[in-house]
C-alpha cells in the first residue's frame, strides 16, 4: 500500500497548517514533511497530537521528516537545533530528521 505524504511549507496563514494537517491524518496521509524554517512546526505537532488524542492515529503512524537547516549544519549546532524542533512540535521523537540542502550558509543568528 502505498504511503500519502503531505509537505508543509511556509507562508501558510496561521491555523491553515494546522487544519491542512489534520484533514490530511483523516484523509489518511502518514507521511508529513517539515521544517523549523517552515515556522508552522507548532502547528503540525498540534494537529498530530489532537489526532492521536482523538484516538484516530498511534504516534507510530505517523512518519515525520524533519530538516537541519543550512545555518546548523556544524556538529555542535545539530543536536540543539533537532531538541529545539522537537519542544516545538511537542513530539518525543521524528522518525528522519535530514539535511535541509547539501550547502551551509554563513551563521548569522542561532535558531537554537
Not at 524554517?37 to 515525520?64: L, M, T
Request: aromatic residues 8%; charged residues 30%.
Amino acid at each position: 500500500e502505498a504511503v500519502r505524504c503531505i509537505q508543509m511549507h511556509s507562508k501558510t496563514p496561521k491555523g491553515s497548517c494546522l487544519e491542512s494537517v489534520k484533514i490530511a491524518i483523516d484523509t489518511g496521509y502518514r507521511h508529513i514533511d517539515g521544517a523549523f524554517v517552515y515556522y508552522n512546526e507548532h502547528e503540525v505537532g498540534q494537529a498530530i497530537r489532537e489526532k492521536i488524542a482523538e484516538g484516530r492515529i498511534n504516534r507510530e503512524d505517523i512518519f515525520y521528516c524533519g530538516k537541519l537547516w543550512n545555518t546548523c549544519h556544524p556538529p555542535e549546532l545539530v543536536r540543539p537545533t533537532l531538541e529545539k524542533t522537537l519542544k516545538i512540535l511537542q513530539l518525543d521523537y521524528v522518525d528522519l530528521y535530514i539535511i535541509e540542502l547539501p550547502m551551509a550558509f554563513k551563521v548569522k543568528r542561532k535558531i537554537a
